[in-house]
Structures are given as structure tokens and as C-alpha cells.
């Protein structure tokens, strides 16, 4: 699985870091960054978990 984010779209609310910082993490002006693009579980439901509680929709999910 990849995971796919849109930082211009981000508003930097951090929940994504925050559920799976070992996916996500934020630039200096706050925006995400993803650290890991191919993902295999438990990192899987995480990022699944991060995609439900962005609030801006900035997390996407693309099976690989
Ligand atoms: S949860 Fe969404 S809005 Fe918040 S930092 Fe992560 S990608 Fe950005």
C-alpha cells in the first residue's frame, strides 16, 4: 500500500503525526511530510486511521 498527501491541502492540525508518527511527520511551517511511502501492516491501519481523522482530506491511500 502507498500513502499519498496533499500539504498544500494539509492545515497542519498534526492528527496524522500524531496517530502514526512513524509514517507522518510535519515540516517546519507545520505542513505533513510522509517519511515512509510503501506501507505493510500494523502501519496500514494506522494510515488508515490517519486518512479518517484528517480533517482536511489530505491523506490518500492507493493499494501497490
Ligand atoms: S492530519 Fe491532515 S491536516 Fe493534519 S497535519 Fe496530517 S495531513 Fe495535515
Request: aromatic residues 2%; proline residues 5%; charged residues 20%.
Amino acid at each position: 500500500m502507498r500513502v499519498n498527501v496533499n500539504a498544500q491541502r494539509c492545515v497542519g492540525a498534526g492528527q496524522c503525526v500524531l496517530i502514526a508518527p512513524e509514517v507522518f511527520d510535519q515540516s517546519d511551517e507545520g505542513t505533513v511530510m510522509v517519511l515512509v511511502e510503501s506501507l505493510e501492516d500494523p502501519a496500514q491501519a494506522l494510515a488508515r486511521e490517519a486518512v479518517r481523522a484528517c480533517p482536511s482530506g489530505s491523506i490518500s491511500l492507493a493499494e501497490s
